[in-house]
């Protein structure tokens, strides 16, 4: 893949960026010179890398929005800006829905649905204040 993009200055936050289609994303994004976070609630093995750009990665549990101000805050803090958020972290176990406990449905309805929603709302409040505001990109894989 040949990128012609030069995204050298913007910030790139991706939930669920460290492995799987979010770790390809993050990895995309690197070799596009872009500063790169990556969120999730367990700390990767492996951190994306391309070349000498390594994204960084950041705690954060997308299903609690107190944790997801932390997370966006920290960022502000540091970075002062995202520019753009893939809204990537999702999924669920294989299941059968007649049989799959209340508490197991609501958990993957929350991070499936609900999270998104969180995290989007929480880096919309900081684009809207952005000269060049900022986009938002949701995935879904269910």
């Known amino acids: 893949l040949s990128i012609s993009i030069d995204f050298k200055g913007k910030n790139i936050l991706i939930t669920g960026g460290t492995k ?70 999702g999924g669920g176990p294989m299941t059968e829905a007649a049989t799959t406990p209340i508490k197991l449905s609501e958990s993957i309805v929350k991070l499936n649905l609900l999270a998104p929603f969180y995290v989007g709302q929480q880096a919309n409040s900081i684009m809207q204040k952005q000269k060049f505001g900022g986009n938002i990109i949701n995935i879904c894989s269910v």
């Open 20 to 89: 799987g289609i979010g770790k390809g994303i993050a990895e995309t994004f690197l070799k596009a010179n872009a500063c790169v976070f990556v969120c999730a609630r367990n700390s990767p093995k492996k951190i994306p890398k391309v070349g000498s750009n390594t994204a960084k990665y950041i705690y954060c549990d997308v299903k609690d929005p107190v944790s997801i101000e932390k997370t966006i805050n920290e960022i502000i803090k540091k970075y002062q800006s995202i520019d753009v958020l893939i809204n990537n972290a």
